[in-house]
Nanobody, 120 residues
Framework: QVQLVESGGGLVQVGGSLRLSCAAS????MSWFRQAPGKEREFVAA????????YYADSVKDRFTISRDYAKNTLYLQMNNLKPEDTAMYYC?????????????????WGQGTQVTVSS
Protein backbone atom coordinates (compact mmCIF):
# COMPACT_ATOMS: atom_id res chain seq x y z
CA GLN A 1 0.00 0.00 0.00
CA VAL A 2 1.35 3.42 -1.01
CA GLN A 3 0.37 6.45 0.96
CA LEU A 4 0.52 9.90 -0.59
CA VAL A 5 0.29 13.20 1.25
CA GLU A 6 0.32 16.48 -0.71
CA SER A 7 1.16 19.93 0.58
CA GLY A 8 2.09 23.36 -0.72
CA GLY A 9 -1.05 24.65 -2.39
CA GLY A 10 -2.45 28.11 -1.78
CA LEU A 11 -3.50 31.42 -3.25
CA VAL A 12 -1.08 33.22 -5.54
CA GLN A 13 -1.29 36.10 -7.99
CA VAL A 14 -0.84 35.77 -11.74
CA GLY A 15 2.83 35.30 -12.56
CA GLY A 16 3.65 33.97 -9.13
CA SER A 17 5.12 30.64 -8.08
CA LEU A 18 4.26 27.73 -5.84
CA ARG A 19 5.91 24.43 -5.04
CA LEU A 20 3.82 21.38 -4.32
CA SER A 21 5.17 18.41 -2.41
CA CYS A 22 3.97 14.83 -2.17
CA ALA A 23 5.38 12.45 0.38
CA ALA A 24 5.27 8.87 -0.89
CA SER A 25 5.85 5.63 0.97
CA UNK A 26 7.08 3.44 -1.91
CA UNK A 27 9.24 3.23 -5.02
CA UNK A 28 6.74 4.06 -7.71
CA UNK A 29 6.17 6.04 -10.88
CA MET A 30 4.49 9.29 -9.92
CA SER A 31 2.49 12.06 -11.47
CA TRP A 32 0.59 15.23 -10.82
CA PHE A 33 -2.94 15.64 -12.08
CA ARG A 34 -5.33 18.54 -11.61
CA GLN A 35 -9.06 19.03 -11.70
CA ALA A 36 -10.93 22.29 -11.97
CA PRO A 37 -14.63 22.55 -11.04
CA GLY A 38 -16.82 21.09 -13.77
CA LYS A 39 -13.87 19.71 -15.69
CA GLU A 40 -12.27 16.31 -16.03
CA ARG A 41 -9.09 15.41 -14.20
CA GLU A 42 -6.16 16.19 -16.45
CA PHE A 43 -2.54 15.13 -16.60
CA VAL A 44 0.04 17.74 -15.59
CA ALA A 45 3.44 16.07 -15.22
CA ALA A 46 5.00 12.70 -14.47
CA UNK A 47 8.29 11.03 -13.60
CA UNK A 48 9.16 7.39 -14.17
CA UNK A 49 9.74 4.87 -11.42
CA UNK A 50 13.39 4.45 -12.38
CA UNK A 51 15.64 6.63 -14.47
CA UNK A 52 13.99 9.97 -13.84
CA UNK A 53 12.46 10.56 -17.28
CA UNK A 54 9.86 13.31 -17.04
CA TYR A 55 6.77 14.18 -19.06
CA TYR A 56 4.63 17.32 -19.19
CA ALA A 57 1.32 18.47 -20.52
CA ASP A 58 1.76 21.06 -23.26
CA SER A 59 -0.12 23.62 -21.18
CA VAL A 60 2.51 23.59 -18.43
CA LYS A 61 5.68 22.84 -20.35
CA ASP A 62 8.43 25.43 -19.70
CA ARG A 63 6.55 26.72 -16.62
CA PHE A 64 6.30 23.67 -14.35
CA THR A 65 9.07 21.31 -13.26
CA ILE A 66 8.51 17.90 -11.73
CA SER A 67 11.25 16.35 -9.63
CA ARG A 68 11.69 13.76 -6.94
CA ASP A 69 14.01 13.22 -4.01
CA TYR A 70 14.42 9.45 -3.71
CA ALA A 71 16.17 9.74 -0.35
CA LYS A 72 13.21 11.62 1.10
CA ASN A 73 10.57 9.72 -0.93
CA THR A 74 9.14 13.05 -1.96
CA LEU A 75 7.77 14.30 -5.27
CA TYR A 76 7.76 18.00 -6.12
CA LEU A 77 6.05 20.24 -8.63
CA GLN A 78 7.61 23.66 -9.04
CA MET A 79 5.07 25.92 -10.70
CA ASN A 80 6.24 29.24 -12.13
CA ASN A 81 4.51 31.98 -14.09
CA LEU A 82 1.14 30.78 -12.85
CA LYS A 83 -1.98 31.67 -14.82
CA PRO A 84 -5.66 31.80 -13.80
CA GLU A 85 -6.27 28.66 -15.86
CA ASP A 86 -3.90 26.78 -13.55
CA THR A 87 -6.47 27.12 -10.77
CA ALA A 88 -7.50 23.61 -9.73
CA MET A 89 -7.22 20.91 -7.13
CA TYR A 90 -3.86 19.23 -7.67
CA TYR A 91 -3.46 15.53 -6.97
CA CYS A 92 -0.41 13.39 -6.58
CA UNK A 93 -0.74 9.87 -8.03
CA UNK A 94 1.41 6.75 -7.99
CA UNK A 95 1.61 3.42 -9.79
CA UNK A 96 3.86 0.39 -9.72
CA UNK A 97 4.40 0.63 -13.49
CA UNK A 98 7.92 1.43 -14.66
CA UNK A 99 6.78 4.19 -17.03
CA UNK A 100 4.42 6.80 -15.65
CA UNK A 101 1.21 6.87 -17.71
CA UNK A 102 -0.69 10.03 -18.59
CA UNK A 103 -4.13 8.52 -18.01
CA UNK A 104 -5.55 8.93 -14.53
CA UNK A 105 -7.36 5.58 -14.58
CA UNK A 106 -4.01 3.78 -14.75
CA UNK A 107 -2.95 5.00 -11.32
CA UNK A 108 -3.52 2.93 -8.23
CA UNK A 109 -2.89 5.44 -5.48
CA TRP A 110 -3.99 9.03 -4.97
CA GLY A 111 -3.41 11.76 -2.46
CA GLN A 112 -6.16 13.86 -0.97
CA GLY A 113 -5.38 16.87 -3.17
CA THR A 114 -4.17 20.40 -2.54
CA GLN A 115 -5.91 23.51 -3.85
CA VAL A 116 -4.08 25.98 -6.07
CA THR A 117 -5.82 29.27 -6.80
CA VAL A 118 -4.34 31.87 -9.12
CA SER A 119 -5.93 35.28 -8.84
CA SER A 120 -5.87 38.00 -11.45
Amino acid sequence: QVQLVESGGGLVQVGGSLRLSCAASGRVAMSWFRQAPGKEREFVAAVNRIGGNTYYADSVKDRFTISRDYAKNTLYLQMNNLKPEDTAMYYCAATGRLVAPKIHSEYDYWGQGTQVTVSS
